[in-house]
């Protein structure tokens, strides 16, 4: 079993099955007896995701269970879960995308943003590309590995990284980069006196830009907080709003960060071991990345919609759809594992049905004209 599997089974077995079904034999349980668990994950408010996986688990581990005559009755079958609304993504153009570009506090953090819209890579293949994947005469990447954060108890080692030689569905893949792209990478490479077996985006280079963007931020005027319980109001960006709004925003809770920290290295606050946000190879935690650039970028950027990293994958499919790129070559561009997949990304930008209403239009005038 995959490591990442393994945790969220681990996690959803803890949470929502075990408390139930542990202590139960398993001939005793029966379709009713799921049925109701489900009807109570949902009034207790769990996600009809969260149901239909940890309903999946369940069932699996049914199914070993009839298959291995420890039971003659598979209590899942038969037993529905909540449906599973479908999500209209929003999808960012191409003028946000490149709102969000300008608002990166740095060279590196603009490259990695610029190279993942390129080229549509998954969170783990991204950081952990280095430039021994990319052929810079060809401008060929190839994508092998793929890099897991793990809670350390799940990892073989107990870090916090874990390296697979392979990507999702196990199959490795080439697509092209483009030449500005190629030639911004290579300049990169040079510039920072990458290795070919180094990350080529490692923590260390964004830390830079985090560390001054929290700089820049103590000497702006970012506002006033909402008044507090007596009507008092705070500025942002302070311990004081922080503890006394009580605000947390993205700039009061850095305020308050940097304030804890600076007393622990004074040896104050019964200061515990420091835990590293990256690990010795430099690859770039999710969640450091969202906090320290991602979300300050979006503040400053004002976006009338929330955007993920991950999204840039999604725009990356649905420009490449729109601008009319082979459905076959983005799908193998993207690792989908079926052309349904793909699909999903048909029509998703605004403007996507504007010739079916030109059409529309064409032909209630040519109607209104006979």
Request: charged share 25%; glycine share 6%.
């Amino acid at each position: 079993m995959e490591a990442r599997t393994r945790e969220n089974y681990t996690y959803y077995l803890g949470k929502h099955i075990l408390p139930v079904f542990g202590t139960m034999r398993l001939v005793e349980i029966l379709p009713v007896d799921v049925r109701e668990w489900v009807t109570d994950l949902k009034n207790a408010g769990v996600s009809p995701t969260v149901i239909r996986s940890c309903f999946a688990i369940l069932s699996a581990v049914f199914t070993t269970a009839f298959n291995d005559q420890l039971t003659a009755l598979h209590p899942c079958r038969g037993v529905k879960t909540p449906p599973v609304p479908k999500k209209m993504r929003a999808i960012v153009t191409p003028s946000q995308f490149d709102e969000i570009h300008a608002r990166l506090p740095n060279e590196t953090a603009r490259l990695l943003v610029e190279t993942d819209i390129e080229t549509g890579l998954r969170w783990g293949e991204l950081t952990e590309l280095r430039p021994a994947d990319i052929d810079t005469f060809s401008r060929v990447l190839t994508v092998s590995r793929v890099v897991l954060e793990l809670v350390p108890k799940f990892h073989p080692e107990g870090g916090r990284f874990l390296i697979k030689q392979y990507p999702k569905d196990r199959e490795h893949r080439r697509l092209k980069l483009n030449s500005h792209v190629t030639n911004a990478i290579t300049a990169h490479i040079k510039t920072n006196k990458i290795g070919r077996k180094d990350l080529l985006f490692p923590l260390g280079l964004l830390d830079r830009a985090a560390a001054a963007a929290d700089a820049t931020s103590e000497t702006l005027d970012l506002g006033l907080t909402e008044p507090n319980g007596v009507g008092r109001v705070y500025r942002h960006g302070t311990i004081t709003a922080y503890s006394m709004a009580p605000c947390r925003c993205e700039h009061c809770r850095r305020a308050y960060a940097v304030y804890r920290a600076t007393r622990r290295a004074a040896g104050k606050d019964n200061p515990r071991t420091p835990r590293s946000a990256g690990d010795p190879a430099g690859h770039i935690p999710r969640s450091w990345f969202r906090h320290h650039i991602w979300q300050p970028t979006l503040t400053a950027a004002d976006l009338p919609l929330q955007v993920r990293p991950h999204d840039l994958r999604h725009a990356h499919a649905s420009w490449l759809l729109a601008g009319g790129a082979d459905l076959q070559i983005v799908k193998e561009r993207l690792g989908h594992g079926t052309i349904t997949t793909t699909e999903q990304y048909l029509h998703t930008l605004n403007g996507a049905d504007d010739t079916a209403l030109s059409a529309l239009s064409s032909i209630r005038g040519t109607r209104r004209g006979s």
